[in-house]
């Protein structure tokens, strides 16, 4: 059997002699490589938004919504992102009654609401084969609408289609030319709604789905409409395994309505939502991404998306997010 530790004892002395001393002369002892990285510019703050979503709180069975509330703002965040489901307070069990209630508590508390987002686009695509559960995910998704209007926020993420879904077994591949029609209908069908309740319609860039898959792609889809409603909700990390968001922003520009900061490294090989990480514990080049926000002049909310509370102490992910974010923004040195 081949003696691995040997060769690699002895690939790592070639290298150095090779290398000399250049092998480590980036900051800190680093790889050089690694200084090409953008490095945060010194006292440069950005006026954009602190938001978190609710995924990164243990609700609800640990705390209920007043206190994810709560603590969100005691963090010092500006905003709450909500997600919709089918078993709770943000579920079709709701009404107008219930989501203006919610809606009033977060204005109590003094948080605002940055958006509502949904899980329930996996199983009920709006591109399905399946027509029951293309229809039913449509159904679902005007009701969101209409509870992003209750709740008080202008901002719905929408998952526009999908190609595949490669978590779900139960989701036959859809060929790409039919899930971009269907997708469009599906969202212009949508547009009537959403302009009467003023709810922007925010396409989210996925990659795992195989659907939108460029800047170009994404950019085509949405000025297909040419509506003030449709726009795009740009998440981070979605493209973080084969792409990088600081070339995206610049080519997306003014269409981007909201966003979703995701940490993801590189480093690993789960390609699962485990591949995520809590804020700044990956591979995303921040400094990069902030000016690049910036230079297109996007002042919205940055939401941290999370799906794994802690287990013990949930707190800590809430304040440790709100201290990086603070970083981030040059609001703390």
Known sequence: MPDFNASRRAWLSSTLAAGGTTALSGPWGLPAAW????????????????????????????????????????????????????????SPKSGTTEFTAIRRM?????????????????????????????????????????????LGTENLLVVPGAVHIPWR??????????????????????????ERLKVHLNMENIFFNGF???????????DSFQSEWVHVHFDTGNIMEYQFPEHWIPLLGQRIRNVHLKEFTKKGTDHSLEAFRPLLDGTTNWPAVLDAFDQVGYRGYLTFEYFHPYQHWPEALVFQTADSLDRMLGNKS
């Open 169 to 194: 077994t139960d989701y036959d591949p859809v060929r790409n030319d039919v899930c971009e029609q269907r997708a469009k209908e599906a969202v212009q069908s949508l547009l009537p709604l959403a």
């Open 35 to 90: 200084s090409q990285v953008a490095t945060p510019t010194p006292g440069k703050r950005y006026s954009m938004k602190k938001s978190i979503n609710l995924w990164a709180f243990p609700y609800p069975q640990k705390m209920t919504l007043q206190q994810c509330f709560r603590l969100a703002k005691d963090a010092g965040f500006d905003g709450i992102e909500l997600n919709y489901d089918l078993d709770s307070d943000l």
């Open 106 to 150: 977060a204005e109590r508390i003094g948080i605002a609401i940055s958006g509502l987002c949904s899980f329930l686009f996996w199983p009920y695509p709006l591109t399905a084969n399946d027509q029951v559960r293309r229809a039913r995910g449509l159904e679902l998704a005007a009701a969101m609408t209409q509870a992003a209007h209750d």
């Open 212 to 222: 939108l898959m460029t800047p170009m792609e994404m950019n085509a889809f949405v």
